[in-house]
């Protein structure tokens, strides 16, 4: 692991390191995940690296413990003592936002494997990710307005686009939670399965992800964000780029050989 992601230097995250991927633990359990100045500053550390290191990142929170009976807990939203005393330049400078636009862009795919509360800030990180799967006891929603603010971090406009105008509304203007089930059935996540399988199931997915050749995967995920109107240009110089990338030829002479068999 480089020097600055040893485990030693993060307070607020455990981070672990393979070959593919990154897998990053959101780790304030006395406050229930509350993303604080810290951790948004942790989290930058993590892009930084990730922007060098292109590879998977698996975000997720604490575990459930069956055996104590400790619910899992992914985000319980911004740390409300420090939001109250925040003002408007702080408002102003985007905090939580300008890190969770990071994210979104890192060049390699974001999973975030989501148990329990994942509410404010906490759901707005997970819609900046790039795939999401959550459990039966999954918790999501943006409390914000019952807190006298809006959610402006990404959820005004992310939420929008990933569910719809009505279940955006309704969670946004009129403070609607949804469960798990509910947020499988909006699409809002893609799988749910069992808090003991979360983690396995966001290895999973990423073991599909790093099967692909990678650089068609960080051009693929670029090109999809770009604005309509750069379509279908960056479209066709984008694949003018990879189909002279040694990973094309090799692919698909293997594919063709697999024919012939």
Known sequence: MAENLSAGSFTTLKVTEADDR???????????????????????????????????????GIPADPETGTKGIFASGADIAQLRMRRRDDALAGINSGIFD???????PVIAALDGFALGGGAELAYAADFRIGTPELRMGNP????????????????KELVGEPV??????????????????????????????????????????????????????????????AHPVIDTLA???????????????AFLDRKKK
């Open 102 to 108: 990071r994210l979104a862009k890192l060049p390699m």
């Open 168 to 229: 955006a509304k309704e969670i946004l203007l009129a403070g609607k939670v949804l469960n798990g089930e509910e947020c499988l059935r909006v699409g809002l996540v893609t799988e749910l399965v069992d808090g003991a399988q979360l983690l396995a199931a966001a290895s999973a997915l990423a073991d599909r992800i790093g099967a692909q050749d990678a650089l068609a995967v960080r051009i693929t995920k670029s090109v999809f964000h770009a604005p309509r109107e």
């Open 22 to 60: 990154l897998d990053v633990q959101l780790n304030r359990p006395a406050v229930r995940n509350a993303i604080d100045q810290l951790m948004v500053d942790e989290l930058h550390t993590v892009c930084s690296y990730l922007e060098a290191n292109a590879k998977i990142l698996i975000l997720s």
């Open 144 to 159: 914000e307005t019952g807190l006298g603010i809006m959610a402006a971090a990404g959820a005004t406009w992310r939420l």
């Open 239 to 253: 694949q003018g780029m990879l189909f002279e990338s040694p990973a094309k030829f090799d692919r698909m002479q």
